[in-house]
């Protein structure tokens, strides 16, 4: 039930934009985003609960498409602290138990200056 | 205080030895849970504890076992472990779904306890 990330891994300019895409195979409720540094704990950025809801964080933003089990994580105007990596953790829609989050294997940005 | 603590922060222990990892919050979350992170890996489930009793166990060995004394405090023992079980080991919290009714709640992480076994 682990979802699929893409892409990998990005290498960005200071000031571009990125999309991380997040999907799943199974019908879901919810998807949460956390960033992850080397050698820091993952923090927790947005998550969203309903289908086509668009929520955002400064220059961060993100979408849930129920229909498609898709989420989509925007970094626009990147700045050099969004380096790190980028986990979704998906919760089932059906028959899952309370606090089990699936994480896809993440995806690592990296931004020059 | 939005924090959960660690303690150690780093841990070096034989295969034959007994240790324990500590993890705290004062949040008032009614959620705790452990993972195992290997580099460049996500993070993997091991338990999960909702109001102080143990609500999934990822088929976990026994070498690992959980305590959760109270609602702001979950231990996890380690004993006989192996070289394989070297890993990042990271606790979280969050609130339930079962107070507000949703589903799930954003989770935070501790700083982890980084953990080797000769």
């Known amino acids: 039930q682990q979802p699929v990330q893409s892409p990998q891994a990005v290498i960005l300019r200071e000031g571009e934009d990125a999309v991380i895409n997040c999907s799943s195979s199974?019908?879901?409720?919810?998807v949460h985003w956390y960033r992850q540094k080397h050698g820091e704990a993952p923090v927790f950025l947005m998550i969203l609960l309903k289908g086509g809801e668009q929520k955002g964080h400064e220059k961060i933003s993100a979408s849930f498409n129920e229909k498609k089990q898709q989420s989509s994580l925007y970094l626009t105007a990147s700045q050099l602290s969004y380096s790190g990596t980028y986990f979704c953790?998906?919760?089932?829609?059906?028959?899952?138990?309370?606090?089990?989050?699936?994480f896809g294997r993440g995806t690592q940005l990296t931004v020059w200056p | 205080d939005t924090e959960v603590t660690q303690t150690p922060k780093h841990l070096v222990m034989g295969m034959t030895n007994k240790k324990s990892l500590k993890c705290e919050q004062h949040m008032g979350h009614r959620a705790m849970y452990w993972y195992k992170q290997k580099a460049k890996k996500p993070p993997e489930l091991m338990f999960v504890y909702s109001y102080e009793k143990l609500s999934i166990n990822e088929s976990v060995p026994s070498r690992f076992s959980p305590e959760c004394p109270n609602s702001s405090l979950l231990n996890l023992h380690l004993h006989a472990l192996q070289p394989e079980d070297s890993a990042l080991y990271l606790c979280?919290?969050?609130?339930?779904?079962?107070?507000?009714?949703?589903?799930?709640?954003?989770?935070?992480f501790g700083p982890g306890t980084r953990l080797t076994v000769l």
């Open positions: 199974k019908a879901l409720y919810s």
């Open positions: 979280a919290s969050s609130q339930t779904g079962l107070a507000s009714g949703r589903r799930n709640h954003e989770q935070f």
């Open positions: 953790g998906t919760e089932p829609g059906r028959g899952s138990t309370l606090g089990r989050l699936y």
